[in-house]
């Protein structure tokens, strides 16, 4: 596959796993059987069904959520996407807790290797500290001390 190609699935993957209005049935186009994701909030991800679920837990916390590709670069079998997402924190879940309406922003860098025209392994990286914050999860750090 061509590197165009390869960041053209890529794009269409943000669109629709993890964008409002997306469709998450459409795992099977972008994820190879054995998939495997490294993050490092959520350890490994493994499978289609589990890759459905973490792109789910995102959703239903931000039904709102829009995510947009700031830089792509690929080469070989590789696709690095900076990324950045909003939405507003309107829907309960054990990883973001109960809903308070906040907004967020984020920004994270994915790095993708895909085979076959198939994601098969990604590891991404985002502000996750940022986006608990910004929910209220953790409290947001004295300045006053410094």
Sequence with gaps: MSAETNKALVRREFEEMFTQG????????????DYVLHEPTS???RGLEAAREFAATYRVAF???????????AE???????FSGRGTHLGESEEFGPATGNRIEITGITI??????KIVEEWT???????????????EA?????
Excluded at 63 to 73: H, K, N, Y
């Design 76 to 82: 070989g079998d590789k696709v690095v996407s900076r």
């Design 142 to 146: 004295d300045d006053s001390d410094a």
């Design 43 to 45: 350890g490994e991800v």
């Design 63 to 73: 039904p709102d959520l829009e995510t947009a590709i700031e830089d792509q670069v």
């Design 22 to 33: 997306g469709d998450l049935d459409t795992v099977a186009e972008f994820y190879a059987p």
């Design 125 to 139: 990286n985002y502000d996750a500290l940022s986006l608990l914050q910004q929910i209220g999860l953790i409290p």
């Design 112 to 117: 993708d290797r895909l085979v076959d025209g």
